[in-house]
């Protein structure tokens, strides 16, 4: 029994040769441009909210991470401020030793 590959399997269970990108891109951009359609319409019938609500939700949400960045980002920044006073610091004391050996 032979071995194939996945892609080998798969392109011999289909019965036609495809003959150009067209005639493999067209029909699948039509199946994923259904399948999309379809799936938004049957979320549409089972959201269990308005159209309002969600939007409100979503915004909460937004807003929350837009505050989570905000107190992440001062956080870095006074991380980064410490680090650079500390550097300065060290920096002035070398210079300051240095001057004082000569």
């Known amino acids: 029994m032979k071995n194939y590959g996945f892609l080998q399997r798969l392109s011999e269970s289909f019965p ?7 005639s ?4 699948a951009s039509i199946g994923v ?5 379809l799936g ?11 159209g309002e609500e969600t939007r409100e939700r979503l915004r909460q949400g937004a807003d929350r ?6 107190f992440a980002a ?4 006074g991380e980064l401020e410490s680090a650079a006073n500390q550097i ?3 920096s002035f ?9 000569r």
């Open 74 to 77: 001062g956080r870095v920044r």
């Open 65 to 70: 991470v837009k505050d989570r960045a905000r």
């Open 93 to 101: 004391a070398t210079s300051n030793e240095v001057g004082q050996s």
């Open 24 to 27: 493999w891109l067209v029909p």
């Open 40 to 50: 938004m319409g049957i979320g549409l019938l089972y959201a269990p909210r308005t």
């Open 88 to 90: 300065r610091d060290r």
């Open 16 to 22: 036609y040769e495809r003959k150009t990108t067209a």
């Open 33 to 37: 441009g259904l399948g999309v359609a």
